[in-house]
């Protein structure tokens, strides 16, 4: 877990001008950086606003389960709180059980947001988050923390995005998913940065398969599984 964790922040730190995608500089928290890189302190921790964000979307979910902003919202609102007050051990950089639980809460309200089928756009957004509360540091469920990654390359396609699906999928020891998403990304990027990029993609795999014992492979068509 630890070598991937490097190679995430390697791989942004290669893709500067990307940074975006990876959950920095944008409106949206979340991405494969923010799951592994420290929390910056702050003085409005927003605990009460969160869960005032919280009770309002689980109100909404319960008067129409078939509001899907809702089931969005409630997501965000428990991740957010999973990362503040009690829920969080900013000595170790490490979530509490309490933490824990609300990732989960949050995983359940993501579920039953894809459940109602939104667009690949929109689910993005929370697809964002969700790749940081399944990842090592988190709920630890690679294969989750691939598909999130999939809905933001196939609604972001660019070298960024299938950079990070391609070490999600070898993490989670799809290999094959891995391969493909590298390959896309290489086309992608830019001709000065694909020998950089390739190099990275490729301690990712090795690492990944060495962890692994060299075992575990999900068969699958293209990048994204379509």
Do not use: H
Not at 32 to 58: P, Y
């Amino acid at each position: 877990k630890n070598t991937i964790k490097v190679i995430y922040v390697s791989l942004a730190i290669l893709m500067g001008g990307g940074l975006v995608f990876f959950g920095i500089g944008g409106d949206v928290s979340g991405g494969l950086v923010d799951a592994i890189t420290e929390r910056q302190g702050g003085g409005d921790t927003g605990e009460e606003r969160f869960e005032s964000r919280e009770r309002e979307a689980a109100a909404r979910t319960r008067a129409n389960p078939q509001d899907a902003p809702a089931w969005a919202a409630l997501a965000r609102a428990r991740f957010s709180r999973a990362g503040i007050g009690e829920n969080f051990d900013p000595s170790k950089n490490t979530y509490t059980d309490a933490g824990k639980a609300k990732l989960r809460g949050a995983a359940q309200a993501w579920e039953k947001y894809l459940e109602l089928d939104p667009p690949n756009e929109q689910a993005s957004q929370v697809a964002s988050i969700m790749v940081q509360a399944y990842s090592p540091d988190g709920l630890d469920e690679p294969d989750k923390a691939v598909r999130a990654q999939e809905i933001i390359a196939e609604a972001r396609p660019g070298p960024n995005t299938y950079a990070q699906l391609a070490v999600a999928a070898y993490g989670a020891g799809q290999s094959r998913k891995g391969d493909l998403a590298k390959a896309e990304a290489l086309e992608r990027a830019d001709k000065d940065e694909r020998e950089a990029l390739r190099g990275q993609l490729e301690q990712a795999a090795a690492q990944a398969a060495q962890g692994a014992g060299g075992a575990g492979e999900a068969p699958t068509g293209s990048a994204t599984g379509e």
